[in-house]
C-alpha cells in the first residue's frame, strides 16, 4: 500500500490540532478538567482575595467617605433651612407685631388728630358765634336807637299825615293840635 503524503500530512494536522485543544481523547473544555482545578481554584481564591482587599480597602472607604460627605451636607442644608425658616417665622412675628403697634400708633394719632381739629372748629365756631352776638346785640341797640328816634317823630310824622289826608279828602285842613289830639286817641 501506498501512502498518500497528503493524507499523512492531513492525519498530523489534525493530530496537532487535537493536541492544541487539550488533546486527543479526553477533548472538551479545559475547565472541566479535573487535572488542572487545583490551579483554577488557587487562581481563583488569589483573585477573590485580591478583589476582596481592593474593594474592603479602596472602594468602600471611598464610597463610604463621599456618602458620608453627601449625608453631613444634606443635613446641614436641612439644620440651615429648618433655622432661616425659625428666623423668618420670628421677622415674620416681630413685623407683624410693628405692623399692628403701627396701625395703633396711627388710630390713635387719627382719633387725637380728629379731637383737635373738631375742638379747634369748636372754638372757631363760638369766637364766631360770640362775634355774631356781639353785632346782633350792636344792631339791636342800634335798631332800638333809630326805632326809639323815630318813635319821637312818629307822632309828628302822623299828625303831618292826618292833616294832609283830612285836607284832602275834606278840602279844610285840621289845626295841629287837633290832629295830635286824633293821633293820641288812636294810640
Given at each position: 500500500?501506498?501512502t498518500?503524503?497528503?493524507?499523512?500530512?492531513?492525519?498530523h494536522?489534525?493530530?496537532?490540532?487535537?493536541?492544541a485543544?487539550?488533546?486527543g481523547e479526553?477533548?472538551?473544555?479545559?475547565?472541566f478538567?479535573?487535572?488542572?482545578?487545583?490551579?483554577?481554584?488557587?487562581y481563583?481564591l488569589?483573585l477573590?482575595?485580591?478583589l476582596?482587599l481592593?474593594?474592603?480597602?479602596?472602594f468602600?472607604?471611598?464610597?463610604?467617605?463621599v456618602?458620608?460627605?453627601r449625608?453631613?451636607?444634606i443635613?446641614?442644608?436641612?439644620?440651615?433651612?429648618?433655622?432661616?425658616?425659625?428666623?423668618?417665622a420670628?421677622?415674620?412675628?416681630?413685623?407683624?407685631?410693628?405692623v399692628?403697634?403701627?396701625?395703633?400708633?396711627?388710630?390713635?394719632?387719627?382719633?387725637a388728630?380728629?379731637a383737635?381739629?373738631t375742638?379747634?372748629?369748636?372754638a372757631?365756631?363760638a369766637?364766631?358765634?360770640e362775634i355774631v352776638n356781639?353785632r346782633i346785640?350792636?344792631?339791636?341797640?342800634?335798631?332800638?336807637?333809630?326805632?326809639?328816634?323815630?318813635m319821637?317823630?312818629?307822632?309828628?310824622i302822623?299828625s303831618?299825615?292826618v292833616?294832609?289826608?283830612v285836607?284832602?279828602?275834606?278840602g279844610?285842613a285840621?289845626?295841629a293840635?287837633?290832629?295830635a289830639?286824633?293821633?293820641?286817641?288812636a294810640a
Amino acid at each position: 500500500m501506498a501512502t498518500d503524503p497528503h493524507s499523512e500530512s492531513a492525519a498530523h494536522g489534525t493530530a496537532t490540532t487535537e493536541a492544541a485543544h487539550g488533546g486527543g481523547e479526553a477533548g472538551g473544555l479545559p475547565q472541566f478538567d479535573t487535572s488542572v482545578w487545583g490551579g483554577q481554584i488557587v487562581y481563583l481564591l488569589f483573585l477573590f482575595v485580591v478583589l476582596y482587599l481592593l474593594i474592603a480597602k479602596v472602594f468602600a472607604p471611598r464610597l463610604r467617605k463621599v456618602m458620608d460627605e453627601r449625608a453631613t451636607t444634606i443635613s446641614t442644608a436641612i439644620a440651615t433651612a429648618r433655622q432661616v425658616q425659625a428666623e423668618a417665622a420670628e421677622q415674620a412675628a416681630v413685623a407683624k407685631a410693628e405692623v399692628e403697634q403701627a396701625r395703633a400708633s396711627a388710630r390713635a394719632t387719627a382719633v387725637a388728630a380728629r379731637a383737635r381739629v373738631t375742638e379747634e372748629a369748636n372754638a372757631r365756631a363760638a369766637a364766631q358765634e360770640e362775634i355774631v352776638n356781639a353785632r346782633i346785640a350792636e344792631a339791636e341797640t342800634a335798631i332800638g336807637k333809630t326805632r326809639d328816634a323815630a318813635m319821637v317823630h312818629v307822632g309828628t310824622i302822623a299828625s303831618d299825615t292826618v292833616v294832609s289826608i283830612v285836607d284832602r279828602l275834606t278840602g279844610k285842613a285840621p289845626t295841629a293840635a287837633e290832629a295830635a289830639a286824633a293821633v293820641k286817641g288812636a294810640a
